[in-house]
């Protein structure tokens, strides 16, 4: 995931799809995000309006709140986003083995 390190009034965001078919051909393509905040509200089982950050993905109640968070925490801005590294499909499970204390 790239990120500006600035919004602007005309700001948009892309989302880049990326394959690679059987002969190891990479096609990529970017895709306009319309409504950043309806591509990440399922992220969450609370199915109020959420206010997204583009940088750091926390998510706010009310646009107001979002603002609040641009305009006095610049530094998230300066940080780099997270990524989410899932583990793969049939080690996606954890076990409790002393589950009696």
């Not at 995000?33 to 206010?51: E, P, Q, S």
């Not at 801005?77 to 009696?100: A, Q, R, S, W």
Request: glycine content about 2%; proline content about 3%; aromatic content about 16%.
């Amino acid at each position: 995931m790239y990120t500006t390190k600035k919004l602007k009034d005309n700001h948009i965001n892309l989302f880049l799809i990326t394959e690679t078919n059987e002969h190891n051909v990479v096609n990529s393509h970017y895709t306009y995000i319309k409504k950043f905040n309806g591509l990440m509200y399922d992220i969450t089982n609370d199915h109020n309006k959420k206010y997204f950050c583009v940088k750091c993905l926390l998510f706010f109640r009310s646009e107001e709140a979002l603002k609040n968070h641009y305009d006095n925490y610049p530094e998230c801005f300066n940080n780099t986003p997270c990524k989410c590294v899932l583990p793969d499909k049939g080690k996606n499970f954890i076990e409790f083995k002393n589950y009696k204390n």
